[in-house]
């Protein structure tokens, strides 16, 4: 399995996802956004960031690279894309994703662990793993998730709600929601399953060290061929 | 020839607009009688284009592929 | 905004022409003495742009005419030691081939101005002093002053300040770790905007603004150059708004982090490729201050043409391209034979990056404004040769000993006492006296539990977290410890060691003695560290005061200068590296002395650091150090030599793997320490007061003193942590012990730890009345 | 009474503007030719004043006291 880790002008997720790779035992390179050619890879990721300062809004200028017509053809012929935080933005703005992320209700940048429940597990990124609550960090200024009431209908209706954000008691209230999402939405997928994006972030743990491991949940199965180096980590 | 086009950004009336929200709430603590605040943006642009039809038509496409997102906002043109 | 000379070009102007009749010299701000001295400097009459040159280069803020002779008596050597002040930034060797550097910097009078901008370039600022060096930033601190949260002007600035730091630092990308936030009287219109930058570097990567060789290319890469700030930090800016055509004003500088990134990125990835042989950024002073250095550190010359400076606005003169304080803005001398690659590092970064001009070999420095020779002056005259100032011959302590109660602050409040500092002096500590009400009495005694609520929720010591959730604490994925902790602490990637970081200042003890303020500070940044498990190995400072030219300013400066020396000299640390800004004031009394101390320490194993944890049920809670306290703002002598040994002993232990946790007594004395420990994972604490004679009640609870640390063992560690403390000659009494859900502290209170949490985690928002309305909407 | 107000914030002509220099870019690589852009804010609110001069007072106070940052921005008020 070989990922590549698409970097913008203005990502800078794209070596926490290299170092996440490495811990786990994943083939990566990361690609300059203009030479993107996914052809060579296994699967994609889309990391976090401020791409070209979130100026105007965050994520619409990355989608005039030509890496998002890269991405849709990858996403066409079903590779594997992860989009997270600043890359949720951007393949949104791009219409692989349904809804928008606008400003976080309290209008404040936040950065913070919050509680997860998988919703769909039709996503090589979550299979296996529906109802599970999966820790992981925040840290964005433009993370809620809205849409017009017919596409909110349409994504909850076709299963396309991926991750929702939850309370300690594993509830889907307004305290578990830390950026006013509708539906405590915290990432969503496409209707064939291969794109998901999400605001979290889950490069920032695959170490116990760094305060919590469920980051293994999501990207553990890139290392499905590379397994033992699995075990090395605690 | 030289232009200049002013592109207003407003969030589609069924979408969230938390920042609305926000300076609602604001405007209230001031004392306000507020009923609801909506918060766009105003984008000028000083462009040139061959002629005018042509300069409104590129003034069209700036908002549709770039200032304004369709699936949240509306835009609309004014060429000076 | 103070009524200080020295103001940010934000609110104040430069002449918008140099008019040849006009007294150019005072113009831009240099004495007449001064003046006389750039005249035998260079034997000759300078021409305007000459003279501002001088006039900023000259300034208080980029030649430390006041400091300057004080700061060289700081102790700046030794073992660890990679690059000591006068750079960029400092750096410590972490071994194993890596350095670590790092620096603290103000940011007050544009914060004052435009807080948010202020706040945000602040930040932008101390990150191009970090990667100047070739270091990767990893982490940004920021300690900040502001005055009482219940004035509405206070809260506005917090949320702007905050918002600043958080828009900035966010966007680049860089975790922001730690800091220290004050609410105190004299910051209400001068609030005080400290940044601390840490970054790592392989030591053969390592660049300095002092390897530049002639022939090599100069470029300027960043932004375009703009009226922003137009010698803002330099006394040029003691003229008044409004008298002359708006176009030509300096505006306030707006921060771009977006380029700031690229400018990192491209940075990197040129000293990655050796491509370039010297980076310099562009602060105060601009272009002259970045060409003027670079040359004189180098023993160089260098030839720039302003006419190739990409500009933003039409119309500039050469003064205005030479003073511009554009953000995001570095110099490049390229290796010579590499420039397509340096070039070609601009372009891909999409960075704006011009060849304006040559390194040179004969020591002049000469701009050209296209085939005209607009200034030639010796870059060291410029960079060096700026007059020192004796501050000795006129400081004079505002009080005298027989009669410190002359002392009382322009705020009210306690008499100054003097006698701390002597006693450090002295190598001796005195006991604390008696503070007035430092006993509780009946009625009292039945409020303890009500005063620790009010204390714990106060905006002196109440969690800072609705502040620094606004940071991203994490990106970079080394953030081990963030804000909340001690210290933060930070590992380094595919090695077992990693660093701790703190960052500290004591204003409210400075306000009656800067010297022991100062020491405190040094001592508290470094307990910080020690708290963590790390060992300290140098600090930075930056030091916040007034008016150096009145007697009371100076001794302050004096005696914060000798207060961190001595603190240094008793701990075993150099300072690296550090920052002076004078001046300050609020309604023309000058604020507190702020030195605000950056310390980092060294962790062995990084996995091995001392936790953020309450402890488990049963573990004994002690108190090691010193007992001593008083109120908030009352001075208690430091026994640095005890300090030392209690820092060493924390050390030992944890080395022994003897401690579960420490907390180290700060704000809110005792009491406050044990109510930050058990709400670490919401555990109670069972405890009673250590009994010393002399020491009141309501001092052994709230009093604040230094060198204390509460410290959670297992109960099978006591002995062993007994005789490390005996070795060490620390004095350690035993307090209670871990378990239940309350907080006890017999036989004077007992609070529900969940109560605690209310207070702790709502005390700051409420003080800041965070409900209502707040310019919250940008 | 209910008016409408749009309070249009600026940033002032002397001021940077990075959010503009980041559009034009992203406009120039859409094939058109920019000189140059500047952004700003538009926020709509729905309120009620006792006459036609108080509302326009008050949509001044709510530029004044808490949409534009004087030092950097300037506004202006239109009333519907
Ligand atoms: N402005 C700030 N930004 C980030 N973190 C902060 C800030 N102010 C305080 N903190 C963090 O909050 C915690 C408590 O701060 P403080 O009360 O100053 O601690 P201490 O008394 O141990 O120095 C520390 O971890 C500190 O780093
Ligand atoms: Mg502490």
Known sequence: MRVAILRYPGTWSERDFAHAFSVLGVEHEIVWHEDADLRRFDAAVVPGGFTYGDYLRAGAIAKLSPATAELRRAADEGMPILASCNGFQIVCEAGLLPGALVRNTGLEFRCDWVTMRVESDATPFTAGALGELLRMPIAHGEGCWVADPRTLARVEDEGLVALRYVDARGSATPEGNPNGSLGNIAGVRNPQGNVVGLMPHPERCVEPLLGGSDGIRMLGWLAASARPALSTIS | ?80 | MSASPIVSGNATAQPSHLDATADIPREVGLTDAEATRVRSLLAREPNPLEWAMFGAMWSEHCAYKHSKRLLRTLPTTGARVAVGPGENAGAVDLGDGLLCVFKAESHNHPSAVEPFQGAATGVGGILRDIFAMGARPVAVLNALFFGPPDLPRTRRLVSSVVGGISFYGNCVGIPDVGGHVSFEPCYADNPLVNAMCVGIVKKEDLRSAASARPGSAVYLVGSDTGRDGIAGASLLASFELGAQDDTKRPSVQVGNPFVEKLLLEATLELVEQDAVEAVQDLGAAGLTCASSEVAAKSGTGMRIDVELVPRRASGMAPFEVMLSESQERMLVIARPGRERDVERVFEHWGLHGVRIGEVTSEPVLEIRDGETVVASLPPAALAEDAPEYDISKWARAPFDEADAGASRSAWGGAPAASFASRAVQAGEARGAERSPGGDLQGGELQKAGLLLLETLGSARVASRRVLYRTYDQMVGTDTVVGPGGDAAVMRLKGRPDGIAIAIDAQPAIARHDPFLGAACAVAEATRNLVCMGAEPLAITDCLNLGNPEKPEGAWQLERTVAGISAACDALGLPVVSGNVSLYNATRGADIWPTATIGAVGKLADVAHHIRVTTGRAGDLVLLAGSALARDHGAPVAIDLALEARLQKLVLAAHGASLVRAAHDRAEGGLAIALAELALRDGIGIRATLPSLRGVGRRDALFGEGPSGIVLVVAPEHEAALRALAATNDVPLWTLGAVGGDLLEIAPLLALPVEALRRAYDGGLPEALGRASGSRAER
């Open chain 2, 1 to 80: 020839m030289n232009f200049t086009a002013t592109i207003h950004v407003r969030p589609k009336d069924e979408v969230r607009d938390p920042q609305g929200e926000a300076v609602a709430g604001a405007l209230r603590s001031l004392g306000l009688d507020i009923a609801d605040v909506r918060t766009g943006k105003e984008i000028v642009v000083r462009f040139s284009a061959v002629d005018r039809a042509s300069a409104a038509r590129e003034a069209e496409r700036m908002g549709d592929q770039l200032l304004a997102n369709p699936v949240i906002e509306d835009f609309s043109v004014e060429l000076g």
